[in-house]
């Protein structure tokens, strides 16, 4: 009897060669590992996983080890209790997250490299050396503590991608302040949603910003920001279009001016770090509290290891201060990697403007949106051919999966020896359940492997994990990075409803994923919008992917209704290109492409053009309250009108909604 071959593993498009994994700090760490910790010295990335999850006191020990954690008072565990949510990291320890950030600082020989360079729509670069990012911390520091801001208290930033935003995180973390912030873009209404909650004592702010060729003038905002939050002590005007300080106001460059050397509150490790937050398209956004500990662990893994930067790097990543990804890009100062950051338009004045930025600042690692990548290979941009991206060694991306034809157009259009590092995780954790590992091989699709310390699986319906099918994405074990807790939730409820609803004591997060058979991860999008045709469960991005390859379509959107008579009605809205018809060609090559390139099910009952495809603030589909608004829901009922992008929008699904009604 002869047993069934097993299927050839496709190929990769892209595979490190031997040079390239042994310079890899994460190579370095663990031989390390193996001689110091007994992680396993053979077997690469997949063995150093698996010893990771198996052992998980002993890695983050390691990591913390490793990464020349100061602790200032010693820790009695590791992980005290490994229950979620709940779990209890390094009770003991005391220590500072900008006392780490600023560690490149104390070293004569990088005291005038760069820590920052700053890119705006003139895409000039202006650098700030790690000595006077340090001076202005520590400056800033001090004005905050004679404003009377005391360890927990939340300083909040209305502030563009610049360097001031940095100082004022670092300076409020150095106090031991718990830091949180919008992009001026927020209008009011999106900004107290999130700001009234946590009540900050001190605002910094912008009189404006410069977007897309363009000045935008936010003192009415501010003005009505200040009324709205009575528990403000302080506000500190940033001139960035030049208008002076408004009555009652703190001029930045008052704060700035001194040379006290930075005093670095010791706090403990579970000591909030910051507020993020949930988009909040149904309700007010979730306030998500990580620690300064836990963000400080697993920002080292994630951009030290994970990420392989060190000092000779130079980090850009394309965000706003309002998403997780300004966060995480700070956090490339503790590896002491030079930071850059860009303020203005993705796509200003050429679609091609964020390749331009990555040549000028020569940087190494260049992170983005999958959609920004879409939206290049639709513009037919050639970055490796306009560009001089030599220096560039990876690409990364997160926001949404990144398409097949995403992952083939960087090959083709950048370099063939890329690092192309699909993400995938969350403002809830602030990191990545898995991605970038520098000694796998890329295959197109798929993101290369869950990260370090994180068990991450595939379960199904029954909780029982699964290879190689669709399933719910779960962590079954804590991350240092987890949320210690939602702001106003006292019991704690808020917080296990939303991740441990399902499957008590593990994390699910709301993503449809597979767990390849060779380990690699495939994420179809949101399992909370899941489509579900004839039993079987799809995710919305894969049908996105299919369809947005075609030229005629700018962006689309599905969505899965169940209908009360047992029916299932399942839509799909197109936001057509410049010059594109909704015709019955149109319709039918649509269906066929979906036929062809997914099955019959996934073909939509409806193809319906729209004037376009509502966004949350930080740019991805909304699509849950759309499916609310199809169902009858009222408009004010289903969304949050502060968390939607264009809320004009959401009138034409409403009004689809009426009509079939």
């Known amino acids: 009897m002869t047993s069934a071959a097993t299927p050839p593993q496709p190929a990769p498009l892209w595979q490190p060669d031997s040079e390239r994994i042994a310079a890899a700090r994460i190579t370095r760490f663990q031989a390390w590992a193996a001689e110091r910790y007994g992680a396993p010295a053979e077997g690469g990335y997949p063995a150093l996983h698996r010893w990771s999850v198996a052992e998980l006191d002993t890695f983050w020990q390691a990591v913390a080890t490793w990464f020349d954690i100061r602790f200032s008072s010693p820790y009695t565990a590791v992980l005290a209790d490994r229950t979620m949510p709940g779990a209890q990291w390094f009770p003991g320890a005391t220590l500072n997250y900008a006392e780490h950030a600023l560690r490149a600082a104390e070293d004569p020989a990088r005291a005038d490299d760069p820590a920052l360079i700053h890119v705006d729509e003139t895409h000039e670069p202006a650098e700030t050396s790690w000595s006077e990012l340090r001076r202005q911390v520590g400056a800033l520091a001090a004005e905050l503590r004679a404003l009377g801001v005391r360890p927990g208290d939340r300083v909040s930033g209305y502030l563009p991608n610049v360097p001031q935003a940095v100082t004022a995180f670092l300076a409020s973390a150095a106090v031991g302040a718990v830091w949180t912030s919008c992009a001026p873009d927020f209008g009011a209404r999106s900004v107290l949603d999130r700001f009234q909650q946590v009540e900050p004592v001190v605002l910094f702010t912008v ?333 919305s991005a894969d049908i996105y992917e299919v369809v947005e390859r075609l030229p005629e379509i700018r962006e689309s959107l599905v969505i899965g209704l169940e209908e009360p008579d047992g029916g299932y009605w399942m839509p799909l809205f197109v936001h057509l290109a410049q010059g594109a018809v909704l015709d019955e060609a149109l319709r039918t090559k649509i269906k066929q492409a979906i036929r062809e390139q997914l099955s019959p099910r996934h073909v939509p009952d409806e193809i319906i053009e729209a004037p376009g495809v509502p966004h949350t603030l930080t740019g991805k589909r909304i699509e849950v309250p759309v499916k609310r608004l199809l169902q009858g829901t009222a408009l004010d009922k289903a969304v949050n009108p502060g968390s939607v992008d264009n809320l004009d929008l959401l009138r034409f699904y409403e009004d689809i909604a009426r009509k079939r009604g």
């Open 207 to 539: 009189d404006g910003y410069r977007y897309g060729g363009k000045e935008h003038d936010r003192t009415d905002v501010v003005a009505e920001l200040r009324h709205e939050l009575p528990t403000l002590r302080a506000v500190v005007h940033i001139p960035l279009l030049g208008t002076p300080a408004p009555e009652g106001a703190l001029e930045w460059s008052a704060l700035t001016s001194g040379d006290a050397a930075p005093v670095f509150e010791q706090v403990p490790f579970d000591h909030p770090l910051w507020v993020l937050y949930s988009s909040g398209t149904t309700g007010l956004p979730k306030a998500i509290v990580q620690s300064q500990g836990g963000i400080l662990l697993e920002h080292f893994k994630q951009l030290g290891l994970h990420c392989d930067l060190g000092p000779e790097d130079r980090f850009f990543w394309y965000t706003s201060t309002g998403w997780m990804m300004w966060n995480f890009l700070v956090s490339g100062l503790l590896t002491g990697t030079t930071v850059v950051l860009y303020d203005g338009s993705p796509g200003y004045p050429g679609t091609d403007a964020q390749w331009g930025i990555a040549e000028r600042t020569g940087a190494t690692l260049f992170g983005t949106s999958a959609a920004y990548v879409m939206a290049c290979r639709k513009a037919e941009v050639h970055p490796g051919r306009d560009f001089d991206l030599s220096r560039v060694k990876g690409v990364a991306t997160t926001g949404s999966p990144l398409p097949p034809d995403g992952f083939r157009w960087l090959h083709d259009e950048v370099r063939e020896d890329l690092w192309i590092a699909s993400v995938s995780g969350g403002t809830d954790v602030c990191s990545c359940f898995a991605g970038a590992v520098p000694t796998l091989p890329v295959h197109i699709g798929e993101l290369q492997a869950p990260c370090l310390g994180t068990d991450l699986q595939a379960w199904d319906a029954q909780g029982r994990p699964v290879i190689g099918e669709v399933g719910e994405l779960v962590v079954t074990n804590p991350m240092p990075s987890m949320p210690i807790r939602f702001w106003n939730d006292p019991d704690g409820s808020r917080y296990r409803d939303s991740y441990f609803d399902m499957f008590p004591g593990v994390w699910r997060h709301g993503d449809w994923i597979t767990i390849t058979d060779h380990g690699s991860v495939i994420i179809h999008g949101r399992s909370d919008s899941t489509l579900n045709r004839q039993g079987v469960r799809m995710g």
